[in-house]
């Protein structure tokens, strides 16, 4: 096992120095230049010449990424080019607001969705079932930034009851506070990886119904409740732990479009800015850092899946 | 694909109430969409002194924020969504279908190229390549098509190369390979048929999450560019006048609610439609 | 290019870009009317100033660095504005002296006494001298330090030198007559030297995270992407501020920030033109327009590859076709927020008029001359900054308005990098039309660089060569009456062969939250919002 997880491991270096490859080559292919973003009208060429060179940006494109490979292996990820600030701290230290707001968001949605699949799975095609279903194709279908623009509506401009924007109420330091400001956009996020939970657990419940061992336990004159939430539940909980696994790539460039709706200081809001400003050391860092996550995960899921169920051999 | 299974397909359509109703929903947009020129108004016309009407006779849906009619907005934005999220679809597929039709068929080094490739490419995260490539290539409508189909031809080519896999074993198919067919004639006179059902399904998915990308982009400001609309982009204007005309954001997000929910639907219904061929997945 | 006020013409460009990426919110401020200024208007408070409280701004962005060498966005200068105190500021041509007690130019008008006030400190209890005002200097000429200002401080390609006389005396030497430089000092934002003495690069030291100043406020603590606070400074030499705290507040987006406007939980904030009426509504804001000395015009590229525009004529009749107050309506939503334009000078700059031979509104003549002029079926390429919602709907009009006199007008959409790129490229000549902004101070000797032959910024390539000789007579003319005659007549030339269309002098919205006093005192300041924010108070 443990030799397995280490080759898994050193698999992620070649992909992860692909990824770095493809982002790179995409960002020198793109016809914009970051040195634009300081230019002035009347700046002497060579005062361009002089900003361009101290961004190191002069050089051919293969040495600015054997440059950045460096500044990698050293552990910054690189300078960002508008703020000339290192690009792992600016990420960590937006890190905690989108970690928060998505495992909350991600955890909200487990909670819902394991009474709500099974429910459905053990009344297929009944209207509980349809009910569920119809919710749960509303979740997939919605577009998320439009729920959030209506939840905004409702319950910050109309009702008052939650602050529309940010983190923190200013010089508030206190965890509720952090709480109040992160329901709607985790409520957002949480509807909308509900839905895709729902189903998921709701068509393995239906698969373990047919199980054998459920029909024992049937024969015997176990209640049906019982057996769901007893028997049936521990062997659905294990496609949550791929699911959750795969969730983890969203941890990071997930929340995009709820962090900008709502203000929040989070990762996505970072790259929505470096992108903007084609600051592309910190958008190089931000895409390997999900990336990383992205693959951690799935791999974490692959091990996860092969203790809780040895049938399942862990893919080489 | 036999006719039976297209019988059933049928019957699985037109019993299910939500599968009339997605149907109906998305006639109605395409058609709003083709005849968009009928609504009596050019979408990018500006009144400045119509600003902000609220719904009535004059504008079914009001105006917007430069007076514009917002119903053939809506109209004309549905038009190049929709299109979007229709021709991205055919992109991604045929892509996706040509390279899990080689990859599974010809199995080998290719394969194994063609699935670390891909490996690497569902590693990046998608919405983050989304954003890079709409900044760094022109927003065009074009420019658009291509990049959400680049972002989901991997999926359509994961299944086709399962479920190639799975055909090529069939027995009918092995004796006509022995019986000295040509590659190409496998792949076109026995595979292909085999594949129609994955095929159509990932097809009415992909459209749905294709129109979900545009109106993601465009809400962020990223997509098609103005005076022309986009649903997504009506929204992003929109959110400004929020508390005096929630009516603007309403209309546009329904849209998109609506039309995705309706290519959901309808993938589903299709997916149990050409059971039980596809009841493990 | 020499002397010129380029610090401020950083602020246009980047003024656009940020509206660009905030849809535009900024496009549509800025300014005109100098007859009104906070000063003039003010009024004695109906209730004394209180001591304490905080005020919450809204900023649309992280700010970039807190050091005032190298702050070219506005947020970055609103922070430092607060953080750093000027030595001069001007408004309407008076000076306010803050770190400075006085300015005296010599007979020869080549040398400039600073006079600095006594018992000056830094943020850190260390004294403010003169030392620190010479460093900062040569920090700006430093060309390894990279600053924004170093331009300002050449003339010619000679430098500004700076020497200090005693601790509170630093003498500036000019190589050459140079009316614009008070304009030059007045961006000049003192560093202390005590901190970044020995820094190898000012720019990227990590010690501007920490910034130590000298304004009304010192630093507090930042986090990222949320806000930014400062604290009353006690020991600010203009008097303790009012105001406990100010938080810098980051929203990035327009939509979310004005809700949050009306929520509460922003106190000030700049509006666009047309959230005007909503946050109005709401009856807790005074909605303050004004000047932000900025033009707003729709440029012609005579040096365009089908040469179109050469033509003086042709520019007319383009002129013509347009109307400003319908222009005006469309991007502003209203004259209170535009005040129609026809001078290229700005209203707060010296010797402005805007009584000059204007092209406007009269689609007739404008057939009248493009027929006279030789041209029909003409075709123009006019490029638009994507995302910008002021650019799009003026394009869309200019558009709307040349076809109904026969030129075709195809709109090239591109982000604002892009349109930035081929706008201050001088060589571009593939297209004609383009609508941008200028702020250039008022001294009109800045304006020098847009207007005369084969200058820097001169991007529509106008060149007439009495206005170059005006110009030129202007820069290095003392006497002010016939400085006044000289920048008149080249008003009225410029005016007249209509190398730009000058559609409107722009204002900056900005919406206060009633809770607070002391505005007019604190003078409304274009890009800072505030000129001193030691004289806000909570009511």
């Known amino acids: 096992m443990r030799q397995l997880i280490v080759r898994r491991l050193l698999q992620t270096l070649p992909m992860l120095f692909f990824v770095s490859v493809v982002c790179f080559t995409m960002i020198k292919l793109a016809p914009g230049d970051p040195v634009l973003s300081f230019v002035t009208p009347n700046m002497h060429a060579d005062d361009i010449e002089r900003i361009r060179h101290n961004l190191g940006l002069d050089k051919p494109a293969y040495i600015q990424y054997f440059i950045w490979i460096k500044e990698m292996v050293q552990g910054n990820f690189g300078y960002s080019l508008i703020n000339h600030q290192p690009v792992l701290g600016q990420i960590l230290e937006r890190l905690p607001a989108t970690a928060g707001l998505m495992g909350s968001a991600i955890a909200l949605a487990v909670i819902l969705a394991i009474p709500l699949g099974l429910v459905a799975g053990a009344n297929r095609n009944r209207w509980v079932d349809k009910l569920i279903n119809f919710i749960s194709y509303v979740g997939i279908s919605i577009p998320l930034f439009w729920l959030a623009i209506l939840l905004m509506y409702l319950f910050a401009i109309k009702l008052h009851l939650l602050p529309s924007m940010g983190m923190r109420t200013i010089g508030v330091e206190s965890p509720l506070d952090v709480l109040k400001h992160g329901i709607l956009p985790c409520s957002v996020l949480a509807f909308g990886f509900l839905a895709g939970y729902v189903r998921y657990i709701r068509s393995s419940t239906i698969g373990q119904l047919k199980e054998e061992y459920v029909q024992i336990q049937y024969a015997f004159g176990s209640k049906k409740s019982t057996i769901l939430f007893r028997h049936v539940l521990k062997h659905v909980l294990l496609p ?33 800015t470096a992108v903007k400003g084609m600051d592309y050391p910190v958008i190089m860092g931000i895409t390997l850092f999900s990336s990383l996550m992205l693959i951690l995960g799935n791999m974490v899921a692959d091990i996860l899946y092969s203790f809780v169920d040895p049938r399942i051999k862990l893919k080489g | 694909m036999n006719r039976s299974k297209w019988k059933n397909l049928q019957s699985e359509l037109f019993t299910n109430g939500l599968g009339v109703a997605a149907l109906a929903v998305l006639a109605i947009f395409t058609l709003g969409a083709i005849f968009a020129f009928l609504s009596g108004y050019d979408p990018n016309a500006m009144d400045a002194m119509a600003r902000l009407t609220k719904p009535g006779a004059g504008h079914l849906f009001g105006t917007d924020d430069y007076g514009r009619d917002y119903l053939s907005r809506a109209l004309y934005g549905g038009r190049v969504s929709l299109l979007v999220g229709f021709a991205s679809m055919v992109v991604a597929t045929f892509v996706g279908v040509m390279v899990g039709v080689i990859s599974g068929y010809f199995g080998g080094w290719l394969d194994n190229l063609l699935m670390r490739m891909l490996d690497i490419i569902m590693s990046i995260p998608s919405f983050l390549i989304l954003l890079l490539l709409s900044v760094y290539l022109k927003p065009s409508i074009g420019n658009l098509i291509i990049i959400i189909a680049l972002l989901m031809w991997m ?7 399962a479920e190639t896999l799975t055909i090529k074993e069939r027995e009918y198919v092995l004796y006509a390979k022995a019986s000295g067919q040509s590659s190409f004639g496998m792949i076109w006179r026995h595979i292909l048929p085999g594949l129609v059902p994955v095929i159509i399904v990932g097809a009415t998915n992909n459209i749905a999450s294709a129109i979900m990308m545009e109106s993601s982009l465009s809400f962020l400001g990223f997509g098609v560019q103005p005076p022309n609309a986009t649903w997504g982009s009506m929204l992003n204007s929109a959110q400004g006048y929020i508390a005096e005309a929630p009516y603007l954001a309403l209309f546009p997000g329904l849209m998109i609610l609506l039309t995705v929910l309706s290519f959901n639907v309808l993938g589903d219904i299709l997916r149990v439609g050409f059971e039980p061929k596809l009841i493990r997945r | 290019m020499r002397k010129g006020i380029s610090g401020v013409v950083i602020l246009v460009l980047l003024t656009l870009m940020i509206s660009a990426c905030s849809n535009g919110n900024n496009a549509a401020s800025t300014n005109t009317g100098a007859s009104q200024t906070p000063a003039e208007t003010q009024q004695p408070a109906a209730s004394e ?23 070219g966005d506005r947020v970055s200068l609103t922070i430092d504005q607060a953080l750093y105190a000027p030595l001069f500021q001007v408004n309407n041509g008076e000076k306010t002296f803050y770190l400075a007690e006085s300015l005296t130019p010599s007979e020869d008008n080549l040398t400039y006494t600073l006079k600095l006030k006594d018992g000056l400190t830094w943020h850190d209890g260390e004294k403010l001298t003169a030392d620190d005002i010479v460093f900062t200097i040569d920090s700006i000429l430093d060309e390894k330090q990279n600053s924004f200002l170093r331009a300002n401080f050449l003339i010619g390609d000679q430098a500004i030198k700076a020497v200090k006389v005693d601790d509170l005396t630093v003498e500036f030497q000019l190589p050459q007559v140079s009316p614009a430089f008070e304009a030059t000092l007045v961006q000049v934002f003192p560093i202390p030297k005590h901190i970044f003495e020995n820094e190898t690069d000012i720019e990227k030291s990590t010690k501007n995270a920490a910034p130590v100043g000298s304004g009304p406020f010192k630093f507090k603590e930042y986090k990222a992407g949320e806000y930014l606070t400062l604290e009353r400074f006690d020991n600010y030499f203009g008097g303790k501020p009012h105001l406990d705290s100010v938080t810098y507040r980051i929203a990035k987006d327009t939509n979310a920030a004005n809700l949050a406007l009306q929520n509460g939980e922003i106190n000030v904030q700049y509006l666009d033109p047309k959230d005007v009426a909503t ?42 076709a347009l109307s400003r107050d319908e222009l005006i309506q469309t991007a502003y939503t209203s004259s209170e927020y535009a005040d129609p334009a026809k001078s290229f000078l700005t209203p707060d700059a010296l010797y402005f008029t805007n009584e000059v031979t204007s092209f406007d509104n009269d689609a007739a003549k404008a057939k009248e001359l493009l027929a006279s002029a030789g041209e029909s079926n003409l075709k123009l390429r006019y490029i638009v900054q994507s995302g910008n919602k002021a650019q799009e709907a003026i394009s869309l009009y200019v558009q709307q308005k040349l076809k109904a006199v026969g030129v075709e007008v195809e709109l090239q959409n591109m982000d604002s990098s892009a349109w930035v790129q081929k706008f201050i490229d001088l060589k571009s000549t593939d297209y004609e039309l383009a609508l941008t902004g200028y702020i250039m101070g008022y001294d009109p000797d800045a304006y020098r660089i847009l207007f005369t032959s084969g200058s820097s910024s001169n991007y529509s390539h106008y060149s007439n060569s009495e206005v170059d000789k005006l110009m030129n007579d202007g820069a290095g003319e003392a006497d002010p009456a016939k400085r006044a005659e000289i920048y008149k007549k080249a008003q009225e030339l410029v005016a007249e062969d209509a190398p730009i269309y000058p559609i409107a002098y722009t204002k900056t919205v900005v919406a206060v939250s009633k809770n607070y006093g002391g505005i007019d005192e604190a003078v409304l300041k274009p890009v800072v919002i505030f000129e001193d924010l030691s004289k806000i108070y909570q009511k």
């Not at chain 1, 732990?241 to 970072?270: C, N, R, Y």
């Open chain 3, 49 to 71: 100033p209180k001591d304490g409280g905080s005020l919450i701004i809204g900023v649309a962005s992280d700010p970039v660095v807190l050091n005032p060498n190298y702050a």
């Open chain 2, 155 to 161: 999926n359509v080519a994961r299944v086709v190369r």
């Open chain 3, 279 to 320: 946050i109005q509504a709401t009856n807790n804001f005074e909605i303050l327009p004004y000047s932000e000395g900025r033009l707003a015009y729709l440029m012609f590229n005579a040096n365009s590859d089908t040469g179109a525009l050469a033509k003086k004529e042709v520019r007319q009749a383009l002129s013509l």
């Open chain 1, 240 to 272: 949550v732990i791929t699911l959750l696994g795969m969730s983890m790539g969203d941890l990071v460039a997930g929340a995009i479009v709820t962090e900008t709706v709502f203000s929040w200081p989070g990762i996505g809001s970072l790259g929505m």
